[in-house]
């Protein structure tokens, strides 16, 4: 992939469990953020993290960002239902001005 | 309500028959681009578009046309489609100033038989 790699490639829990999920880059950069995706519909921005921040929350989310590793993560904490999605981690990039986004981790959270 | 609109949201069609993906947003971006989505390639840039009658090849731009005549307006154009262009088409846009934030369309479902 062009940016890398996301993991789990599918997530499946109970609601009210955590679900955590892993996204790698492979360049340096100035910010990372998180869009998820209900099944064949649009993208919807998540959260974003800059480069100099180590953790982010939002409400019952939780993203992590470590540099060294060219690492992020994203922990849904308590989770329900609705948040069965697929969730994708995206880079931007200034030459070819765009957004690189990972393959996604496909999250069911079964009732 | 600020957003970004694609037209039309499906659409069946035959190889060679030329058609538009139109995309608008309200809220004065100067940026805009298109994506494509494809199962096991995830999304991947056509076009983009820096400001009016600015624009530039992504990654996979064969195939397809784009025009900037208008700041709202970003209408994709495939000349003859084929049926390597079914995909899951997005629209997005952002500011000059906060170019990564991209406001995202509710996507263009595409079938070339």
């Known amino acids: ?111 | 309500e600020a957003q970004v609109t694609q037209n039309p949201r499906y659409l069946i069609t035959v190889t060679g028959k030329k058609l538009t993906v139109t995309c608008s947003q309200n809220m004065n971006h100067e940026y805009m681009s298109w994506y494509r989505q494809d199962p096991g390639l995830g999304l991947r840039q056509i076009y983009y578009s820096m400001n009016v009658e600015v624009t530039d090849k992504g990654d996979v731009p064969e195939g397809y046309k784009v025009s900037r005549k208008e700041k709202r307006n970003f209408p994709l154009i495939l000349e003859s489609p084929s049926p390597n262009q079914t995909s899951l088409y997005f629209c997005a846009s952002s500011s000059s100033g906060r170019l990564f934030e991209q406001f995202f369309g509710p996507g263009t479902r595409l079938t070339v038989l």
């Open chain 1, 1 to 111: 992939s062009q940016q890398g790699e996301e993991d789990p490639q599918a997530l499946s829990i109970q609601e009210g469990e955590n679900a955590t999920m892993n996204c790698s880059y492979k360049t340096s950069i100035n910010n990372l953020q998180w869009y998820r995706q209900n099944s064949g519909r649009g993208l919807v921005h998540l959260i974003l993290i800059r480069s100099n921040e180590r953790e982010k929350h939002s409400g019952r989310l939780r993203v992590t960002l470590d540099t060294s590793k060219k690492s992020s993560s994203l922990l849904i904490t308590a989770s329900r239902a609705a948040d069965t999605a697929s969730y994708f981690c995206a880079t931007w990039h200034n030459q070819g001005g765009k957004l690189i986004f990972g393959q996604g981790t496909e999250l069911s959270v079964k009732p």
